[in-house]
């Protein structure tokens, strides 16, 4: 059962953490602050975050530039209230306790900032959704 006085912890997953799960994070990070614990991790993270991702993060004030990929671990899942995959068929090792979500999203991937900028939308709607459930609102 997770510590009721600790924020609520939030693991995104995507094969190369180079795209949906940055912009995610990124969302969640900056809509709900300190009231959220994120984190975002890849099965086989790629080298950096995919540039379209960082300019149509740029777009909306989200600056992402010095992100990283990060490699997904155990500990990074089982220290999570929330898990959400982002549609690309990542296996996660499954906790009691823990909430599963797979959101279907499209792979920005090589796509341009034109093809990205909807994506980004649509995961800013799911991240404000998330925070609802999660019973923490958006900073002002």
């Not at 300019?55 to 600056?63: K, L, N, Q, S, T």
Request: a negative charge; charged letters at 20%; hydrophobic letters at 45%.
């Amino acid at each position: 059962m997770p510590d009721t006085a600790a924020p609520p912890s939030v693991l995104f997953v995507c094969v190369h953490n180079a795209g949906r799960s940055q912009m995610a994070a990124a969302f969640l990070t900056h809509l709900a602050g300190d009231r959220v614990q994120v984190r975002s991790a890849g099965s086989a993270p790629a080298d950096t975050v995919n540039p379209a991702v960082v300019e149509a993060m740029a777009e909306v004030g989200i600056d992402i530039s010095a992100e990283v990929p990060k490699v997904l671990t155990v500990d990074a899942v089982q220290a999570s209230d929330v898990v959400i995959t982002m549609g690309c068929g990542d296996a996660c090792p499954v906790f009691p306790g823990t909430r599963y979500l797979d959101w279907q999203l499209p792979d920005p991937a090589g796509q341009g900032i034109a093809a990205v900028r909807p994506i980004r939308d649509d995961i800013e709607q799911r991240i404000r959704t998330l925070m609802s459930e999660l019973g923490t609102c958006s900073r002002p």
